[in-house]
């Protein structure tokens, strides 16, 4: 490494952090040709990972930050999104029962990076979110930052196919869905999608179809065009889909979502934008019309849900 390298000029300043004050020029200046540097160099030395142990916690989640912003300038996640997420494993658990506070004080600087790199790696990703035991970890420490609800609240967004099928008219149209976690959520942006084009639908809220893809963060209030039931050709309470529910509930073994469409069952059923989440830039909600399936291509979503 040579003499002008910003590694060590970045290394050192962080060794010297102690707390989560805005960055001096100077540190903003290094921490802008650090980046620069690894994005170009598109590799990390080693005591790139070494300094996580080295430094005091406001100097490793700034150097965490620095790595996110290169992945966004380019670095690959690959490089670090693994030490990274060892970090945070380790900090969440040395931080349980309140212990050690300035850990905890850095938590949502790391957290940042975090969700960039996890966001930007699939394997790893769904990795975290079928750990049991990390997910009781995040569900239980979760009060006690809204650091942890980042990393929780990636982990539990899913992306995938959607058949949705008007049941009165055996009408079916395939949707792709990004970045969901809850049901309500997911409720408000097939009703952004399809408005007024199925029977029981309406023209869509701006509001409320900004609010579910992240792009605002105004409280919104939302509610049902239509009883949301997971199969099943008949309206039933007991096939409902509750929005509470993971969008998990609608997945079949292929991966594939399905939700049938009635008239609503109850009344006027309305939930809050609380239900969307946080915003996080690295997984922002999102969802596009595919196609309106006919005959031969409709046929096995409509029996796939007669048999449900």
């Known amino acids: 490494m040579t003499t002008s390298s910003a590694i060590p000029h970045l290394l050192e300043s962080c060794a010297a952090l102690r707390d989560a004050a805005p960055p001096t020029q100077e540190l903003a ?14 590799a990390l030395p080693p005591e790139i990972d070494a300094a996580f142990d080295a430094l005091p916690p406001h100097g490793a989640a700034w150097l965490a930050v620095a790595l996110g912003s290169a992945v966004e300038k380019g670095l690959d ?80 967004r899913r992306s995938g196919d959607l058949f949705v099928i008007h049941g009165p008219t055996q009408r079916v149209v395939h949707l792709q869905f990004r970045n969901v976690h809850r049901c309500f959520h997911l409720f408000s942006l097939i009703q952004s999608v399809l408005g007024s084009a199925l029977p029981g639908g309406r023209i869509p809220n701006a509001a ?51 939700v049938v469409l009635w008239e609503p069952l109850l009344g006027d059923r309305k939930w809050n934008s609380g239900f969307f989440g946080p915003t996080l830039d690295a997984a922002m ?24």
């Open 208 to 258: 409320v179809a900004s609010a579910a893809r992240g792009q605002s963060d105004d409280p919104v209030t939302d509610s049902a065009c239509w009883h949301y039931q997971r199969g099943g050709m008949k309206p039933s309470m007991a096939k409902a889909v509750w929005g509470e529910e993971s969008v998990d509930a609608l997945s079949a073994p292929d991966g594939a979502h399905l």
């Open 29 to 42: 200046s290094t921490t802008r040709a650090f980046i620069n540097e690894v994005a170009e160099r598109g």
């Open 77 to 156: 996640p690959a490089l670090a999104g693994e030490r990274l997420t060892q970090v945070f494993r380790s900090w969440l658990e040395r931080t349980a029962g309140g212990g050690e506070p300035e850990l905890m004080a850095a938590l949502p600087t790391l957290s940042q990076s975090v969700v960039t790199h996890v966001a930007r790696l699939g394997a790893l990703r769904s990795e975290l979110a079928n750990d049991a035991s990390f997910q009781a970890e995040l569900e239980e420490r979760e009060a006690d930052s809204h650091a942890i609800t980042w990393v929780r609240e990636l982990t539990a």
């Open 285 to 308: 909600p999102d969802m596009r019309f595919v196609a309106e399936l006919q005959g031969d291509a409709a046929e096995p979503w409509i029996a796939r849900a007669s048999a449900d």
